[in-house]
């Protein structure tokens, strides 16, 4: 009969002796309870990147009656508040309400107007007691459609009064088209005026285009307005203006220079340091004084 031996052998040793060390590794790793387990860091992807909000467009005309209006992106009440400038119509609107509008009407009746600038919105038309104008909308209250919580206040937008009318500019784009399109040397002044103010690439564009208005107030007006903005590509422009027929013209010019040329352009204002009009000739003088002292320095 076979007896097998139970006893363990060098080979069993060994493998117990690795058993148990494995055995602490591995009690060794696992934390305590009620220890803490910390989780390895992981990189943390950056944010994406916010996409840039298109700027807003509001652009209104008003014709017999007719409106015309190109609008993106602009909130309800500015809306409203425009429309109510060039038609006299006073809206009453709840404060909260002032969502995003974007249309396009082309030559639509008032009423209809309001209705596609506020699809969700009903309203009532409250129409003038003049007895020279009853067809005339006077007051137009808004309010949503749908849910009935209730608003803090009521907002009314307009004074009852036509206050803006296609000529005012009170955008970029708005000033462009009068400088290109009025005949008016009032209504194109205030069109560069807001040209300035905005200061932008498409607004130097216009002022530098309109240094050659036909009128000399415009004229001296650009120019100005292109060397408070620190426009050194207009130099050229202005250099040729220097040779203007209005003396007042060439006295702008001249301080001009003094702004934005250099010591080269000295040779440019000489001549008119001798001009047959005293302020010419001393905006010249002064204008010379000025670029010497920059090459001394």
């Given amino acids: 009969m076979r007896i ?19 055995a602490l590794v591995l009690f060794t790793a696992v934390p305590a309870r009620g220890a803490f387990f910390q989780r390895p860091q992981f990189p943390v992807p950056p944010p994406a990147p ?51 509008v974007s249309v396009r ?50 907002a009314y937008l307009g004074t009852g009064a036509i206050t803006k009318d296609n000529d005012t500019a009170d955008t970029s784009d708005q000033a462009l088209k009068i400088l290109e399109e009025s005949q008016s040397v009032e209504v194109r002044s205030r069109a560069v005026e807001t040209l300035i103010v905005a200061g932008d690439s498409r ?12 009128s000399p107030l415009i004229r001296v007006s650009v120019i100005e307005g292109l060397a408070s903005l620190n426009v050194r590509d207009a130099l050229p422009s202005i250099l040729k203006s220097l040779k203007d027929s209005n ?3 060439r006295r702008s010019a001249a301080t001009a220079v003094a702004l934005l040329g250099t010591a080269r352009n ?23 004084r000025r670029l010497s002292t920059s090459v001394k320095k």
């Fill in 50 to 100: 916010q996409q840039p909000q298109k700027p807003a467009l509001l652009r209104v005309r008003v014709d017999e009656g007719s409106i015309t209006a190109t609008i993106v992106d602009s909130k309800l009440q500015s809306v409203l508040e425009d429309l109510a400038a060039r038609t006299g119509v006073i809206f009453e609107v709840r404060s909260q309400e002032n969502p995003l």
């Fill in 4 to 22: 097998t031996n139970n006893f363990p052998n060098k080979n069993h040793w060994r493998a117990f002796r690795l058993f148990r060390f494995g």
């Fill in 203 to 214: 607004a130097i564009n216009g002022l530098m285009k309109a240094i050659s208005d036909p």
């Fill in 105 to 154: 009407l082309s030559r639509v009746p008032l009423q209809e107007a309001i209705q596609r600038i506020a699809p969700g919105y009903n309203a009532i038309y409250v129409y003038s007691q003049n007895p020279n104008e009853p067809d005339r909308i006077a007051l137009v209250r808004l309010f949503p459609r749908t849910g009935n919580t209730p608003q803090p206040s009521i």
């Fill in 266 to 288: 000295i040779k440019d204002l000489k001549p008119l340091s001798e001009d047959r009009d005293g302020g010419v000739a001393a905006a010249a003088e002064a204008a010379i």
């Fill in 247 to 249: 003396p007042a013209v």
